[in-house]
């Protein structure tokens, strides 16, 4: 089992950075890929970034390529995604995820391939 618990959203203007968390429980937490991804009400959650276990592989969605970047820290469970030149189109609710979903692209998309959720971030990019 993993508990995960994000951190860090809030308002911020567009262009500016904001840095999420997600603290992990268990001792499994490096063995997981760990995914972002972000969610509208009314809307599907999508995928906005993973990393693999050992950190060495990184996967991003179009929309935040070169703008997102993804990092982990197995020594302190911990995952973390820098935003910057943030939009308002990033505005959701962010949230984080463990799976095992394998090394292909589209399965790591894919919020199917992960068993264990966070309650989510907000946030909200103004204009």
């Known amino acids: 089992q993993v508990q995960l618990v994000e951190s860090g959203g809030g308002l911020v203007q567009a262009g500016g950075s904001l840095r999420l968390s997600c603290a992990a429980s268990?001792?499994?937490?490096?063995?997981?890929?760990m995914g972002w991804f972000r969610q509208l009400i009314g809307k599907e959650r999508e995928f906005v970034a993973a990393?693999?276990?050992?950190?060495?592989?990184?996967y991003y969605a179009d929309s935040v390529e070169g703008r997102f970047t993804v990092s982990r820290d197995n020594a302190k469970n911990t995952v973390y995604l820098q935003m910057n030149s943030l939009r308002p189109e990033d505005t959701a609710v962010y949230c984080c995820?463990?799976?095992?979903?394998?090394?292909?692209?589209?399965?790591?998309?894919?919020?199917?391939?992960?068993?264990?959720w966070g309650q989510g971030t907000q946030v909200t990019v103004s204009t």
């Open positions: 990393i693999s276990w050992s950190g060495g592989n990184t």
């Open positions: 268990g001792r499994t937490f490096s063995t997981y890929t």
């Open positions: 995820a463990a799976g095992s979903p394998g090394s292909a692209a589209f399965a790591v998309q894919s919020r199917l391939r992960y068993n264990y």
